[in-house]
C-alpha cells in the first residue's frame, strides 16, 4: 500500500488508513517499521465509522472520487481493481 | 472453519495442543495418559450430559446439551440455548443443524478419533492431537474432587502465544470428562470449563440416532457475506474525522481537497 501511495501520491491519490482497534502506541511503532507516509487515523475499538462504512472485514478499501462518492469498494486488497478505479480518475 | 462457530472453544483448543512443546517429564501424567488411551479405546459408544461454562472477560456464557458417540465417528450432540444447534456425524458427513431450518454439511474429518467435543473432552491420546499433547509431557496435579466426582488432573502449559493452561480431569473410568482451560491472548481472557455428567458408557445406540437427511424444506447456511453492508458505488462515502496517534485529526473533507482520488483503508495490526 505504502507503495502504490508513493507512486501515485503526487499524481492526486490521497491515501488514509482507518485503524481498528489498535492503541496509538503499536500503530506508531508500526509506522514507523513500515516507514508510512499516508495519513493512518485510529478508528478505535468500536467506532462508528466502521458501521457507518459497512465494515465487516478487514483490509476493506474505498476509492472515492474528489467529491467523495463511490467509485469502488471491496474486502481484501486487490491491487488491480483498485487501480482501475484509480486510473478512472486520471490517476495513474 | 463452518464449525468454528459451533465450538469456538473447541477450536481454540486444537490450536493449543499444536503449539505446544515439551515440557518437562512426569511418569506419572505419561502413566495416567496410556490407562486414558486404553479407556478410550475401549469406549464403543456414550452417551453423556454436556455443560460449558465460557467466561470471556467479564461475559459468562453456559450452555448445556447432550452428547452421543458410537465407533467410528459417528456423533450426535445437541446443544441448548443460547446456541441452539445439533450436530449429526454418520461418520461420513457432518451436518449442523441450526434455527429457522437452516443447515451446514461438511466431510467428518478423517483420521483416527476426529474431536467432536469442545474443550477437549473425552480426549484420545491417540488422536493426532492427542499425540502432539502425550510429546509435551504433561504434568501431574494430583486429585481434585468436583461435585462429588474424584478426578486425578493432569496440566498442560502450552509456551506463549497463546499463552494459556489446560486441566485434564479423568474420570474413575479413566476417560477425560471434565476440562479447564485458561487462555490470555493479550486481550480479553477466557476460561472455559467443560464437564461430561450423566455417563453411560457402551449403551446400545441404533446407527439410525446418527442418520440424518435433510427434509426438503431445509436451507443450506450460507455465511453472511463480509461485503453485503459496504457503502455502494455511486453512494456519497460518510464523512469522519478521526485522530492520529500523534494526536492531531483527519477529516475526509479536508483530506480530499484539491485530490482527485482519495482510498479509504481499513485495518488493523493485532
Redesign the interface.
Known amino acids: 500500500m505504502q507503495k502504490l501511495y508513493s507512486e501515485l501520491k503526487d499524481k492526486g491519490l490521497e491515501l488514509i488508513a482507518i485503524n481498528h482497534g489498535d492503541s496509538a502506541d503499536t500503530i506508531t511503532n508500526y509506522i514507523k517499521e513500515g516507514h508510512f507516509t499516508f495519513d493512518i487515523v485510529m478508528g478505535g475499538e468500536e467506532g462508528s465509522v466502521f458501521k457507518d462504512y459497512g465494515v465487516q472485514a478487514f483490509p476493506t478499501n474505498y476509492v472515492l472520487d474528489p467529491d467523495g462518492k463511490v467509485v469502488w469498494r471491496g474486502v481484501g486488497f486487490d491491487e488491480t481493481s483498485i487501480r482501475a478505479a484509480l486510473e478512472k480518475l486520471g490517476v495513474k | 472453519m463452518r464449525l468454528r462457530r459451533a465450538f469456538l472453544s473447541g477450536c481454540a483448543l486444537l490450536g493449543i495442543v499444536s503449539a505446544m512443546a515439551s515440557a518437562r517429564a512426569d511418569e506419572k501424567a505419561d502413566a495416567l495418559l496410556k490407562q486414558v488411551a486404553a479407556a478410550r479405546k475401549a469406549v464403543q459408544s456414550l452417551t453423556a450430559d454436556i455443560s460449558v461454562n465460557q467466561q470471556v472477560g467479564s461475559q459468562v456464557r453456559t450452555i448445556t446439551g447432550t452428547v452421543k458417540i458410537k465407533k467410528p465417528d459417528m456423533v450426535h450432540i445437541t446443544i441448548g440455548a443460547p446456541v441452539n444447534r445439533t450436530i449429526i456425524s454418520d461418520g461420513k458427513t457432518l451436518y449442523v443443524l441450526m434455527p429457522g431450518n437452516q443447515y451446514m454439511k461438511q466431510p467428518v474429518p478423517t483420521g483416527p478419533s476426529p474431536d467432536f467435543l469442545p474443550g477437549n473432552l473425552l480426549f484420545d491420546p491417540q488422536s493426532a492431537i492427542g499425540a502432539k499433547l502425550a510429546e509435551s509431557k504433561p504434568r501431574y496435579l494430583g486429585t481434585e474432587t468436583v461435585a462429588g466426582k474424584t478426578y486425578r488432573v493432569l496440566a498442560l502449559t502450552p509456551p506463549a502465544p497463546p499463552s494459556a493452561t489446560m486441566k485434564l480431569y479423568v474420570d474413575a473410568n479413566n476417560l477425560v470428562t471434565r476440562t479447564e482451560t485458561d487462555m490470555n491472548n493479550g486481550q480479553a481472557p477466557l476460561k472455559m470449563v467443560a464437564a461430561l455428567s450423566n455417563i453411560k458408557i457402551n449403551p446400545n445406540v441404533a446407527v439410525a440416532e446418527f442418520q440424518y437427511t435433510p427434509p426438503a424444506t431445509a436451507k443450506l447456511y450460507t455465511e ?1 457475506s ?15 474525522s ?5 494526536g492531531s ?2 477529516s ?2 479536508d ?2 481537497k484539491g ?12
Do not use: E
Request: aromatic share 12%; charged share 10%; proline share 13%.
Open positions: 453472511p463480509v461485503d453485503a453492508n459496504l457503502v455502494p458505488v455511486g453512494k456519497a462515502a460518510p464523512a469522519f478521526l485522530p492520529t496517534p500523534a485529526h483527519v475526509l473533507a483530506a480530499g485530490k482527485k482520488a482519495i482510498m479509504v483503508n481499513f485495518w488493523f495490526y493485532t
